[in-house]
């Protein structure tokens, strides 16, 4: 038989051959006992895979202390790198920097935030507090931490403060 002659492919060997690539196809999926012969195992269903990595930031944001009265909070927001099947919960807290609690803000310390299966985002209500002082502007950190899903990518914040009104109302 040369190189150049037809191949004749006998059932029974054909499929012993893919009675094999079942049963590897199978064993590396985990269905069947490695006993050298294929057989389903209903009592050990193969593990679920686990989550797609998801990574958390919270970007800096900018907020505005009107002289004539308190602004609505600024809303720090805490991101996902995409739709998770679960809710994501993180650690939520805020750091003083030239911006002071309680003169400035409202401080935030160990509040638990989720965002929602299903959603990419949730903010986080802080409230700015505003005077009649002309001053400099001001910072304070927001950060997150521990989160129950994920890696963290970007925990910290910087939120200035601008003193004076924003260019339009707040």
């Not at 150049?4 to 893919?18: F, N, Q, T």
């Not at 050990?44 to 998801?54: C, D, G, H, L």
């Not at 001053?135 to 910290?156: H, N």
Request: glycine share 6%; charged share 20%.
């Amino acid at each position: 038989m040369s190189k150049d002659d037809p191949v004749i492919i006998r059932p029974p060997k054909r499929l012993a051959r893919v009675a094999a690539t079942v049963a590897v196809a199978a064993a590396l999926l985990g269905l069947v006992q490695t006993t050298g012969h294929a057989s389903i195992d209903p009592g050990n269903p193969p593990p679920p895979p686990p989550p797609p990595k998801v990574t958390i930031d919270l970007p800096d944001l900018v907020a505005w202390e009107k002289p004539d009265g308190d602004c609505p909070p600024v809303h720090p927001t805490v991101g996902l790198s995409h739709v998770m099947d679960v809710p994501v919960a993180v650690s939520f807290a805020t750091a003083d920097g030239t911006a002071r609690a309680p003169d400035d803000y409202t401080a935030v310390t160990g509040v638990r935030v989720t965002i929602p299966a299903g959603a990419l985002s949730v903010a986080v209500p802080v409230q700015i507090k505003a005077d009649a002082v002309k001053e400099p502007d001001e910072f304070f950190t927001a950060m997150i931490f521990a989160p129950s899903v994920g890696t963290i990518e970007d925990g910290l914040a910087v939120v200035t403060v601008m003193d004076g009104a924003p260019p339009r109302t707040c």
